[in-house]
């Protein structure tokens, strides 16, 4: 279990690439984060005397865009040094939540930085949903590049049968993506929060991630989503 979980051990100079690249990232969409600010009361301009304005329109999407695609490029320009490995899965995992803290965090650095406010367009929770939706459709668009240890299909230089333990490997891979897809959409038309989901499973929030992400889910744990999800969305629901 140890080694299923390593960590991934990238050089030096890959490391360091990432990092300028990442660095170059967050000087773009800090500006356009910036852009967006209103000051505390709703109204833009009336600090130090400056002239009277109009309050300013609120852009919740506009903000969803610039925040998606902060979390997407800074996902991609490391996840895109990641090798093919069984541990690939449990990687990503560790890369959307880091990415995600990251995004959050700056943020929160803006705000204070400016003394303005991204919340007068929407609401953090809103924000953090902007940034997981993106994370997880990288994550996605990994496995259809074929990137996701997945059962390899025989070469057509190589004539040799599948095995049927291979067939099931490739069934139970797909079964748990989908099952990923589905929670997913059961949790948005929830309305609950990650926080919120965790707790009433009695789990953590990353533990939640890595179910949205395509890990195993414990047979206790889908019929504790079952039910939870059943109660709010007032139908019956299973995994």
Known sequence: MAEQNKNINLSALVSEHIAD??????????VELHGMLADFTGFAGLRLGAPPTPPQPKLPNKLFKILARYAGDLFRCESKYYPKSDRLEY???????????????SIGLI???????????????EMRAAVQSSLLKQCEAIVKQGRFPAVREPSA?????????????????QFVHSTAHRLEALLKESQMTNEEVAGAIGISVR???RHLNGGAIRKANRKAYGDLLSQKLGRKVTL
């Not at 990687?91 to 965090?105: A, H, N, P, Q, T």
């Open 21 to 30: 690249e990442q660095y170059a990232i967050e000087k773009r969409c800090w």
């Open 91 to 105: 990687w990503l995992s560790e890369l959307v939540i880091k990415i995600e803290r990251r995004v959050m965090d």
């Open 111 to 125: 705000e204070k930085q400016s003394f303005g406010t991204l919340a007068y367009h929407a609401t953090r929770d």
């Open 157 to 173: 230089s190589i004539d040799r049968t599948i095995t049927e333990a291979e067939i099931q490997q490739k069934e139970r891979i």
């Open 207 to 209: 533990s939640l991630y």
